[in-house]
């Protein structure tokens, strides 16, 4: 059987990291709807996307249908940034349906703002080489510098009040549609996304695992 989840998580709480190690603990893949549009979304979806305008939730869902078909899907995936509204979730509950799979998993990562902002405002990117760095976690060998030697930078979205309106979006996005799948008897996975990246992906596995086990048993 296909092992299929969906991941939640506010930005800085290392939903990306921690998605894509699940997948490959399991030899699934790891399908983030960012990623999928930036490789297949056509000239013109890109033109709009720059003027801010969204890709529509059907084409998401025609996109998703197509990718799934690949070899790296063949032992399921994780969902990673969709669903993201309510029409989502029906348009994956359809798509599901019409593939004759099914969730096995939510998996929902939370983390004490002071944590996510922490994280967040510490991110630095170099313009020169796109190299990344965080002022705690990962810090350059030299001050504000990469070690291309250009200046670090701050993302413009990576500043605290933006942070604070874009965890705002995320949870007035996803407690909506965590309350669906709650009502639903599929496992919802909690887990706090604080500390140690190790340490919390150790956490995940073990919680997807036992949760796995009983899947099978019940
Ligand atoms: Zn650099």
Same mark, same amino acid.
């Not at 899907?73 to 940034?81: P, R």
């Not at 998993?105 to 002071?114: G, H, N, Q, R």
């Given at each position: 059987m296909k092992k299929i989840f969906i991941i939640f998580g506010p930005p800085g709480s290392g939903k990306g990291t921690?998605?894509?190690?699940?997948?490959?603990?399991?030899n699934i893949a790891h399908l983030s709807t960012g990623e999928m549009l930036r490789q297949k979304a056509s000239d013109e979806e890109r033109a709009l996307m720059k003027k801010g305008i969204l890709v529509s939730d059907n084409r998401l869902v025609e996109l998703l249908r197509v990718r799934i078909q690949n070899s790296d899907?063949?032992?399921?995936?994780?969902?990673?940034?969709f669903p993201r509204?309510?029409?989502?979730?029906?348009?994956?509950?359809?798509?599901?349906k019409e593939q004759s799979l099914?969730?096995?998993?939510? =998996?929902?990562? %939370?983390?004490?703002?002071?944590? *996510? /902002?922490?994280?967040?405002?510490?991110?630095?990117?170099?313009?020169?080489?796109?190299?990344?760095?965080?002022?705690?976690?990962?810090?350059p060998e030299q001050d504000g510098f990469c070690s291309c030697g250009f200046e670090l930078r701050q993302r413009a979205d990576d500043n605290s009040e933006t942070i604070r309106a874009r965890l705002r979006v995320f949870k007035e996005e996803t407690i909506p549609l965590l309350d669906v799948y709650s009502l639903r008897s599929l496992p919802i996975i909690h887990v706090v996304s604080a500390g140690e990246i190790n340490d919390v992906q150790? =956490?995940?596995? %073990?919680?997807?695992?036992?949760? *796995? /086990?009983l899947s099978r048993f019940v």
């Open positions: 921690h998605s894509a190690r699940l997948a490959c603990s399991y899907c063949d032992n399921g995936f994780i969902l990673d940034g509204n309510l029409l989502q979730v029906e348009l994956l509950d359809n798509l599901l099914s969730l096995e998993a939510v =998996i929902a990562l %939370e983390a004490p703002e002071d944590v *996510l /902002l922490s994280r967040l405002s510490g991110r630095r990117f170099c313009p020169n080489c796109s190299n990344n760095y965080h002022l705690t976690y990962d810090p150790k =956490i995940i596995y %073990e919680r997807v695992q036992s949760t *796995l /086990l």
